[in-house]
């Protein structure tokens, strides 16, 4: 049974860093592309960054580049999005989930399972 289990968030100032892990579980985590997702208040689903199965390459939307970035350790099956320079149209529920890059525009359900669980993240002015 696939889970994520996203453990971060919480609220940050602006200018600020949050670091959000997804632990992953149920399934054989280096094979997979993972990405993150968010969801603003009132907003629908939107692709923040994915992150290939092997580590070598990364994708971010341009609302977040240069700010964010993804990582993953796949000894600890576990993938990070680091946030820095937080504004507060960065406050959203943040999800992860096993699915690999496809475009910009176009947000695909996952590959295995659903989203994981969330983590609100709220920036302060």
Known sequence: QVQLVEPGG???QLG?????????????FSSYGMSCARQPPGKGLE??????????????????????????DNAKNTVYLQMNSLKPEDTAIY????????SDDVLFPP?????????????SS
């Not at 600020?16 to 054989?28: E, N, Q, R």
């Not at 199965?53 to 964010?68: E, Q």
């Not at 590959?111 to 920036?123: A, N, P, Y």
């Open 95 to 102: 999800y992860c989930a096993a699915l690999r890059y496809y």
């Open 10 to 12: 919480g609220l940050a």
């Open 16 to 28: 600020g860093s949050l670091s959000l892990p997804c632990a992953a579980s149920g399934f054989i």
């Open 47 to 72: 692709w923040v960054s994915s992150i290939d199965n092997d580590v070598s390459v990364t994708y971010y939307a341009d609302s977040v580049k240069g700010r964010f970035t993804i990582s993953r």
């Open 111 to 123: 590959t295995l399972g659903s989203w994981g669980q969330g983590t609100q993240v709220t920036v």
